[in-house]
């Protein structure tokens, strides 16, 4: 089976520090895969709320997570604190790819990378929405 691999872009709009706390970690000692997706949700909310909108309002539609990819670079421990990037890509009429980056606050270790395919939606009629053109002409590179 091919591995998955994703490239990332040469620049992120946004990062936050995200702490590991004992919650996060499993039973091999470190950072479980489904707290990763919990940390990565936790930092994609915080994406949204520094450029004034939320993931039911985007400057209208709101969002919807349709897929999600991570490819893991190396371990990460409890007590630890993430930097978690974010930056959009590939662009399609109702929606694009978040792509982020975490890495080790005190080393920059690379922890995990990934992407979050996003569908805009308009949560009143329960339907797909266009990309709002205040969201391409912020995060559009």
């Given at each position: ?20 706390y004992i919650?996060?970690?499993?039973y091999g ?19 949204f709320k ?92």
């Amino acid at each position: 089976m091919p591995r998955i691999k994703i490239a990332l872009p040469e620049t992120f709009v946004f990062s936050t520090e995200i702490p590991i706390y004992i919650q996060h970690i499993n039973y091999g000692h470190h950072l479980d895969n489904a707290a990763l997706l919990m940390l990565v949700a936790e930092a994609r909310v915080r994406f949204f709320k520094h450029f004034g909108w939320s993931e039911l309002d985007v400057g209208g539609p709101g969002i919807v997570v349709a897929d999600v990819a991570a490819q893991y670079r190396s371990e990460a421990f409890h007590g630890e604190t993430l930097i978690a990037e974010f930056a959009a890509d590939d662009f399609a009429d109702y929606g694009c790819d978040l792509v982020w980056r975490l890495s080790d606050k005190a080393g920059g270790r690379e922890v995990a990378r990934g992407k979050h395919g996003i569908v805009f939606f308009d949560y009143a009629t329960r339907s797909k929405a266009r990309v709002p053109a205040e969201f391409i002409a912020r995060l559009a590179g």
